[in-house]
């Protein structure tokens, strides 16, 4: 068994026993590392101050480069990668990274406390190519920072600058490619890691995995931990075996066949979201509201459906274009409409042992037509009141067939059967359309809580499909 | 512009720690490198809103892995009760608990992580009593932490009862979380012969120091605090980083060795005090113009469980309640509501944005009755210039350039043109509407507590030229040591490059003020420039003796000294040669503001020594069906005297604008039926982030000097720019009434304005959009 995670920090290469396989990144560049750069604001993932860049080979060897939160993700996760924080940018403080000396030069910090984390998502963009971003591409990459003293300008234009600085010099994309692939070659066997009474395994196999769950039936699935980390780091829950899914190369893959678009297990949001929008560019908005960019770039969206979470953005949609889930369990397979996967408030038609191996989304129908509308008190990064979701295909007019979904409305992502009920076989006009309105009232009882009455999630689904209602028919402009 | 004749001030000079911000160098407290057997502390927190502990059980607590002790009450050799004011609020729970998530016992353990962990093994058994939840029922029942203040002049009933127009009308203003983005801190390390040293975040090192002293039982010389740089405070961490820094000091005290105590996010916002929210009542006569007749308002202020600074945020309140209009016949009552919630404390504006926001909504409630646009009722009630201009706490406006600011903001944001334009867009679209506001701010300057506005700096310059300057105030991330520095380096006619800004401590300059109430620059500012002027007194007589010209002709610039026109030494080597003759190179500075005084019995005075102008112009675009919005462009134009560093003043213009405007929109406090803050960590609390920041954000300097003599003819910049944001809130409200399109109808719009909201409001005055009637109606 090997114990020891090995992954490049700053390009230097560490091996390491982790203090738990739930120790986080953070906790261990902060309290093992000595690098104080990186900093703690919420340890919940959401301001962005601990950003750190994360380097991992995808499925061609190529390198990409990710920012990610370093507060709930594992140290384990790390192992066969390579990060950066921000004291790797600039070796001796004073040479500044051109993102450094564009923050510097435009007053970009106040109090500096969550620069380091801004500088580290700018460093991603640049790593990646995008040394002179837009406008849009800037707020998508900084959507998961928050600064509460500039009010954002002075980053943005540092970042709409930085492209004018003089290239610095630094490991190249092949030097960073060879450690990836040598760190890869020298792992001969998975990790496997005990550690305070808490067991840990990365399997790099499907077949690996499934065995261990069956053996584990009570082990916690890892994949991006972005809602594991919060267990650990806000409600102190201790796990005593985890299994994570993402050394699976198997379950890392999107695959367009005649009929739909698979999409496994181990898929980030980002790219998971990036296939699916291809198929459907409705889900554009709702792709770039999905949390922020760390959360996509660490998070899984089979993790997303998986987790069963009644306010999940990305099931409404997948429930309303008809998407399967498949599940597995040792070597039996089986498929379920995604929608019979929730039972409950978070329970599931899963048995002890059995697994989201991939969803299934069917390829698209060009008569059909999609929205997805997302509402939150803040438009980036923040949790839906209700998030919806519509695939309606008309024929001469008439509802021919329509699937209407929405989270936040009940326990579960869940369908509007008796609004679609009141649709179908009708003519797509105001009286089917407010007649759906009403039974949307029959369809859900949603709750109050900080973040929605029940009264405004109600009112809301209604007008949302009224919106999608006006916005199908071309009949008024819609959106702030 | 004018030229500058200055070097250094007047000069975009960068932060002075960028460079250590952008490469992760600069060192907060959580960063100080940890001495050897450092214990790490978490607070036990109450569960209940207001309740009697029967029993507290701290076995498990004690017993659990790393912990090396726990600490209550009785365990606190000094003074158990603290506060800024009045000594209300117990170090940890006496006998029974008055909000969710005051500290009952604090543990110090191995690993930040072990104490965690170790907090919440406690086994407490509470009986509960009635809480206070809600502003309104609180003020019903006349309880309140402070007693009620008013001023009022004229016969309000009778010049009420003439009108021509009256109405009556009220709104609720939610609080605000300072989401300082370093949470709460301290690291104490006791020393020899009872001495302990703590690295704090806060705005007030002095206050600190003297609650750790008093919780000690020792005298304040046993204490030293320092603070290099917060990572924000906003006033998050002018009164209430005591509970950080005094546990820190009790824990290290009881165990001899040294403690960290870093409050992790939901701790922090369950324990600590927001922005006060409230509620106004108003009565308001007025005549065809808009002209204000009389004003009656009852202003309820939402202050927690204690004093803390309430009392001093409700008379800012009430001071400007004015904002830029004159009263001629008004009463202005203020109550200081007492509540089981988190003690609500400061937070930039300290009171003003919430007056400025009640005689505003006033404002716009007449102009809507009237049929008038706003801006012009709002220029009807401006204060006059050589008349109509003493405000109602008795203080003669003198510096009043608000007509020429806003009439230059109404050109260059295009109001009228704007306004047309959004009268087309309304009435050519359904769903989405837009709104058009221009909101004027006048602010005060200066502690209304008249001792704080003092402070005190100590100035070294070392044989090599090199120059060292401590002062009172404290780096938060507003660009105070930038300034500070550039006042001495302007001071010495040296290059900024040489002077460097030591961390605040308690022993070297004492007694401060708190860094607050946007005086920072104005107060330490004149105290470095008063050392360094003493300094260079002494230098220039050292001069003009020794090299025999006259001291007018001895001249500090571009680091050299001109002795005469023949003499001309480098900075260092002077310095070099007044050392060698003895000459001491070292100084203390001081500062009092002039002219101020006020007496808080009858709030009549002169307060402020001089007002900040601003104005704001926003443009919103709503969704009548969701609430959804969208500022869509905002000008502002800002009064900051003569800038020291326009830069650093541009970044605190831009950061209140947008920090306000999450005050009035996203950022909602949520607390459940219990009394339970439901809103405390970043996932359910949602301050801007980077979209919410318009493409189209104008900030202009309005060219101005300071009538008073401030340090170079600035102005702060500080709290001003933050109510510039209720242009946003009154534009998302033009948009909800032009929605409604009922002429003289009033949306009854609360803040914050979220998505909920505003539809709610769009349907109080608004049929639904030509939906028939829903089979579920609410609303």
Request: net charge negative; proline share 5%; with cysteine.
């Amino acid at each position: 068994m090997r114990q020891t995670v090995s992954f490049y920090l700053n390009g230097v290469l560490q091996h390491v026993v982790p203090a738990s396989p739930t120790q986080t990144v953070l906790q261990y560049l902060r309290e093992q590392a000595g690098l104080v750069g990186t900093k703690e604001g919420c340890a919940e993932g959401d301001c962005g101050a601990c950003t750190v860049t994360e380097a991992a080979l995808d499925a061609h060897d190529n390198v990409s480069f990710r920012a990610i939160n370093a507060c709930i993700r594992f140290l384990p996760t790390l192992d066969g990668r390579a990060i950066w924080t921000v004291e790797g940018l600039s070796a001796d403080g004073q040479a500044l990274h051109p993102v450094q000396q564009a923050m510097v030069d435009h007053h970009g910090s106040q109090c500096g406390f969550c620069t380091p984390g801004f500088v580290m998502s700018l460093y991603t963009m640049y790593c990646n190519g995008k040394v002179r971003p837009v406008r849009e591409e800037v707020l998508d990459h900084l959507s998961g920072n928050l600064c509460r003293c500039t009010g954002y300008r002075p980053i943005i234009d540092a970042a709409l600058d930085m492209g004018n600085y003089p290239a610095p010099e630094g490991a190249t994309m092949a030097q960073v490619q060879g450690w990836l692939k040598a760190l890869r070659d020298a792992a001969t066997e998975p990790l496997a890691i005990t550690e305070s009474a808490q067991r840990y395994w990365a399997p790099c196999s499907a077949d690996q995995l499934a065995d261990l769950f069956l053996a584990h039936p009570d082990a916690t699935l890892l994949a991006g931990g972005t809602d594991v980390g919060l267990m650990v780091t806000k409600q102190l829950k201790v796990f005593p075996k985890v299994i994570y899914l993402g050394n699976v190369a198997e379950l890392d893959v999107i695959r367009r066949d005649e009929t739909s678009l698979y999409i496994g297990a181990a898929v980030l949001l980002n790219e998971g979201y990036e296939a699916l929008v291809r198929e459907y560019p409705e889900a554009h908005e709702l792709w770039k509201r999905f949390a922020s960019m760390p959360i996509r770039n660490s998070g899984t969206l089979v993790g997303n459906v998986a987790n069963g979470s009644p306010i999940g953005d990305s099931a409404p949609l997948l429930i309303a274009l008809q998407t399967r889930v498949v599940l597995r369990k040792g070597n039996a397979r089986r498929e379920l409409p995604l929608e019979d996967l929730y039972l409950d408030y978070r329970k599931q038609d899963r048995e002890p042992g059995e697994f989201v191996e991939a969803i299934k989304v069917p390829l698209r129908d060009p008569a059909l037509k999609v929205a997805t509308y997302k509402l939150s008190k803040r438009f980036d990064q923040d949790i839906s009141a209700v998030c919806s979701a519509y695939a309606l295909r008309l024929e001469n007019g008439q509802v021919a067939s329509v699937r209407i979904a929405h989270g936040g409305m009940a326990a579960t992502s869940k369908r509007a059967t008796e609004a679609e009920a009141a649709l179908v076989g009708k003519s797509f006009d105001e009286s089917a359309v407010t007649a759906a309105m009403a039974a949307l009232a029959a369809d859900y009882q949603p709750l109050s809580d900080m973040r929605a009455t029940s009264e405004y999630r109600l009112q809301t689904a209604q007008n949302l499909l009224y919106r999608f209602y006006l916005e199908t028919t071309g009949a008024a402009a819609t959106r702030v | 512009m004018t030229q500058n004749k200055y070097q250094t001030v007047g000069t975009s000079v960068k932060h002075e720690s960028a460079h250590l911000h952008v490469t992760g160098r600069a060192q907060y407290t959580d960063d100080i490198p940890e001495v050897q057997g450092t214990l790490h502390a978490a607070f036990g927190l109450s569960e209940r809103a207001h309740a009697r502990i029967v029993s507290m059980d701290l076995t498990a607590v004690r017993a659990a892995p790393g912990v090396v002790a726990v600490i209550t009450l009785d365990d606190v050799p000094g003074e158990k009760y603290v506060g800024p004011v009045i000594a209300d609020e117990p170090v940890f729970a006496d006998g029974k608990v008055d909000y969710v998530g005051q500290p009952l016992f604090a543990v110090a353990a191995t690993s930040h992580d072990l104490a965690r962990r170790a907090a919440r093994l406690a086994k407490v058994e509470y009986e509960n009593l009635e809480p206070l939840l809600d502003i309104k029922s609180a003020a019903d029942k006349q309880a309140y932490v402070l007693p009620p203040a008013r001023i009022s002049k004229g016969n309000v009933p009778e010049t009420l009862a003439q009108g021509p127009h009256r109405h009556q009308g009220s709104f609720y203003c939610g609080g605000q979380e300072q989401f300082y983005l370093e949470g709460q801190v301290a690291y104490a390390l006791p020393g020899e012969n009872a001495e302990m040293q703590v690295f704090c975040s806060t705005q007030h090192p002095s206050e600190m120091q003297f609650i750790i002293a008093h919780a000690l039982h020792q005298p304040a010389h046993t204490v030293k605090v320092q603070c290099r740089r917060m990572g924000g405070g906003f006033g998050g961490k002018e009164s209430q980083s005591w509970p950080f820094a005094a546990v820190a000091a009790l824990l290290a005290h009881h165990t001899g060795r040294p403690v960290k105590l870093r409050a992790d996010r939901d701790d922090d916002f369950m324990m600590t005090g927001k922005r006060h929210d409230f509620r106004v009542e108003y009565d308001v006569a007025y005549d065809d113009d808009g002209l204000i007749k009389a004003i009656k308002f009852e202003q309820q202020l939402r202050c927690g469980y204690s004093a803390d600074l309430s009392g001093a945020v409700a008379d800012r309140q009430v001071f400007h309640t004015d904002n830029t209009y004159f009263l001629e016949t008004f009463d202005i009552l203020s109550l200081r509501v007492k509540t089981n919630t988190q003690s609500n404390t400061a937070f930039r504006g300290f009171g003003g944005p919430q007056g400025i926001m009640a005689i505003e909504y006033v404002i716009e409630d007449i102009a809507r009755r009237l049929g008038k646009d706003p801006l012009d009722v709002r220029r009807r009630n401006f204060y006059g210039k050589t008349e109509r201009n003493v405000t109602p706490y008795q203080m003669t406006v003198e510096d009043n350039v608000i007509h020429e600011l806003v009439d230059q903001l109404e050109q260059t944001a295009e109001y009228r043109r704007r306004r047309e334009d959004i009268t087309r867009f309304n009435a050519q679209n359904q769903v989405l509407k837009k709104g058009l506001a221009l909101v004027p701010v006048k602010f005060g300057i200066s502690f209304t507590a008249t001792h704080l506005n003092q402070a005190g700096a100590l100035l070294h310059i070392y044989t090599d030229g090199s120059v060292l300057i401590n002062h009172g105030g404290t780096e938060m991330g507003q660009g105070l040591n930038t300034k500070v520095a550039q006042v001495v380096a302007e001071e010495l006619g040296i290059g900024i490059e040489h002077v460097r800004v030591s961390a605040t401590d308690t022993s070297k300059v004492s007694n401060t003020s708190a860094t607050a109430a946007s005086s920072g620059t104005d107060l330490n500012g004149k105290a470095a420039q008063d050392a360094a002027r003493k300094i260079k007194a002494v230098l220039v007589a050292y001069a003009a003796d020794h090299y025999g010209c006259d001291t007018a002709d001895v001249v500090f610039r571009s680091n050299q000294v001109h002795c005469g026109e023949r003499v001309i030494l480098p900075f260092a080597k002077f310095v070099q040669e007044a050392y060698n003759a003895r000459v001491p190179l070292w100084s203390s500075g001081f500062y009092r503001t002039p002219k101020i005084h006020y007496d808080f019995k009858t709030l009549t005075g002169r307060p402020f020594y001089y007002f900040v102008y601003g104005a704001a112009c926003a443009e919103v675009i709503i969704d009548t069906l969701t609430g959804e919005n969208r500022l869509v462009r905002a000008d502002v134009l800002y009064d900051a005297g003569r800038p020291i560093n326009p830069a650093v003043d541009i970044g605190q213009i831009e950061g209140g604008f947008i920090q306000g405007m999450g005050w009035l929109t996203t950022e909602e406090l949520w607390w459940n039926k219990d009394g339970r803050l439901m809103t405390h960590a970043p996932s359910t609390y949602k301050i801007p982030s980077i979209s919410d920041c318009p493409e189209a954000l104008n900030v202009a300097f309005f060219s101005n000097g300071n009538v008073e003599n401030s340090v170079y003819q600035s102005k702060a910049v500080g709290e001003p720019p933050l109510p510039l944001a209720l242009s946003v809130f009154f534009a998302i409200r033009d948009a909800v009434h032009a929605a409604g399109n009922q002429p003289g109808t009033l949306a009854p719009l609360d803040a914050p304005a979220t998505a909920e909201q505003i539809l709610r409001a769009v349907h109080a005055v608004a049929p639904r959009l030509k939906l028939p009637e829903l089979a579920t109606e609410h609303g």
